[in-house]
């Protein structure tokens, strides 16, 4: 069984909900996203999403797009990510505490490398799924044909201004996971979520049996409360990736047991 299918059911069977950060790979550099990634499966993640830098995301605010830039100005490489993590994989400290890790990914990257090749490379080092956010649903059906072959979970992404009709076939498509957005626009952190979330999350139960994870604007755990009832899974990003920015001018270890106690206040919001 693919490892997200394995959590949501134990989740599921326990009652309890997913917590899900987001880490750029390579900012500052792969060995402190290593760190990062132990440091918040050790703090409780259920499941962790690595973003590959792209040079022109298309949904992700300014954080996470300014780590994006540092990282490629380093000359991060898809090939060097894949390293990182399968390292990571095979390491014994890993085996004690492995979560599931999921790419962020540009269709772009994927289809430079061939889509049949970076799903297999990508399921080999270490990767469960994938999360597309520019692969429109009308076109990912050769990838997820792909993906299905080798157990690989295609997740694909649900906004507030989707048609209805369209959301239904997203819903129906998607494998893993259902990314539902909470807000119209662009990663990164708000001070409030919109009143309608609720419903929308609702609305969605009656169109899939699929885990409902929400991601963009959550980073506070007075978000996490308000959600923790509607949604299966909370996905936490910018919050994360601006700590991690301090590194430079903060030392790493500092800075990852910051956000580490960080990690901690979101999961018991989660789980209260």
């Known amino acids: 069984m693919n490892a997200i299918d394995a959590l949501f059911q134990d989740l599921r069977a326990r ?3 997913a917590f899900i950060p987001f880490v750029t790979a390579g900012d500052p550099d792969l060995d ?3 760190q990062a990634i132990q440091e918040l499966a050790r703090r409780g993640a259920s499941l962790i999403e690595v973003g590959f830098p792209y040079s022109d995301p298309i949904a992700d605010g300014s954080v996470i797009q300014a780590s994006y830039t540092r990282a490629l100005d380093r000359g991060i490489k898809v090939e060097q990510i894949f390293r990182a993590i399968e390292k990571l994989r095979q390491s014994a ?3 004690k505490i492995a979560v599931p890790l999921v ?3 540009s269709y772009s990257l ?3 490398r061939g889509p049949e090749r970076f799903i297999a490379q990508a399921k080999e080092c270490g990767f469960s799924g994938a999360i597309l956010p520019d692969l429109p649903v009308e076109e990912a059906e050769e990838l997820a044909g792909f993906a299905s072959t080798q157990d690989f979970k295609l997740i694909q992404l649900v906004t507030p201004t ?6 239904t076939r997203i819903a129906k498509s998607t494998t893993g996971f259902l990314y539902c957005v909470s807000v119209v626009g662009i990663t990164g952190e708000r001070g409030s979520l919109p009143p309608q979330l609720h419903d929308q999350l609702r609305w969605l139960r009656t169109q899939t049996d699929l885990p409902l994870c929400v ?3 959550i980073s506070t755990p007075e978000h996490v409360h308000l959600l923790k009832d509607s949604a299966d899974g909370i996905i936490v990003g910018s919050a994360l990736v601006r700590r991690l920015a301090e590194i430079g001018k903060r030392p790493a270890n500092d800075v990852i047991k910051d956000i580490g106690t960080q990690v901690d206040a979101l999961v018991k919001a989660l789980h209260d």
């Open 215 to 217: 991601g963009f604007g």
């Open 110 to 112: 994927v289809h430079h």
């Open 103 to 105: 790419a962020m990914v």
């Open 32 to 34: 402190t996203t290593v």
């Open 93 to 95: 400290d890993w085996q």
């Open 162 to 167: 989707t048609p209805s009709e369209r959301a």
């Open 15 to 17: 009652k309890k909900k």
